[in-house]
């Protein structure tokens, strides 16, 4: 079984500013994914970038990027550049290719963006 | 594509009547989803199904709920009877089988049980 942790349940930024939210995650397989989606006020579930465990290259889009950090078991998301509408819930998750597509999510980190 | 369709987008109802939340998942996936987002509890997974075949239901919270795939493009979640705690954001998602697995959401739908 997998569990995904974020310890920090709110965060708040400065806008043009850079933020970095935290996960955690446990899992005793080698292959498996990680990602982050973003939840705004209209509830759509978004995804905002996806890592391969299998890749030591930390993935990138745009103002997003990842530290992934394997033996610590660590996934963090960067937001370089932060706009308004970056203000969002942010969930970390996780898929274990051995047991389906299920995707366990984290608690979810609350962002805002200060203008 | 039009995405992950999810109606209806707001439900209210009363204690003990049934609910019936549909789904019609991307053209061409084969995994289907239902979570279930809670304040209390955060996204969990209630069931998932692979080629409309049932794989792990064990986050069914119990007897009162259930799901159904007739076919690779609807899905039905049904609560009976509903009660209060079960007032929550229900949504669907879908994804490929195989390949990069990533599951893309539809916009849930909205449970109030008064």
């Known amino acids: 079984a997998q569990t995904v942790t974020q310890s920090q349940p709110e965060m708040s930024v400065q806008e043009a500013e850079t933020v970095t939210l935290s996960c955690t995650y446990d899992?005793?397989?080698?292959?498996?994914?990680l990602f982050w989606y973003k939840q705004p006020p209209s509830r759509q579930m978004i995804l905002v970038i996806r890592?391969?465990?299998?890749?030591?290259q930390n993935a990138t889009e745009n103002r997003f990027s990842v530290n992934f950090q394997k033996a610590a078991k660590s996934f963090s998301l960067k937001i370089s550049d932060s706009q308004l509408g970056d203000t969002a819930m942010y969930f970390c998750a996780a898929i274990d290719n051995n047991a389906g597509n299920m995707l366990t999510f984290g608690g979810g980190t609350r962002l805002m963006v200060k203008p | 594509d039009a995405g992950v369709i999810q109606s209806p987008r707001h439900e209210v109802t009363e204690m003990g009547q049934e609910v019936t939340l549909r789904c019609k998942p991307i053209?061409?996936?084969?995994?289907l989803f239902w979570y279930r987002q809670t304040m209390m509890r955060g996204l969990e997974l209630l069931i998932y199904?692979?080629?409309?075949?049932?794989?792990?239901d064990s986050g069914m919270p119990e007897d009162r709920f259930s799901a159904k795939m007739p076919n690779a493009s609807f899905s039905t979640l049904k609560i009976q009877p509903s009660e209060p705690r079960d007032s929550a954001v229900y949504f669907c998602a879908s994804s490929l089988l195989a390949g990069a697995n990533v599951l893309t959401f539809g916009a849930g739908s909205r449970l109030t049980v008064l």
């Open positions: 053209s061409g996936h084969n995994s």
């Open positions: 899992t005793s397989e080698n292959n498996y994914y």
């Open positions: 199904f692979n080629n409309n075949v049932p794989i792990d």
């Open positions: 890592q391969e465990a299998y890749k030591q």
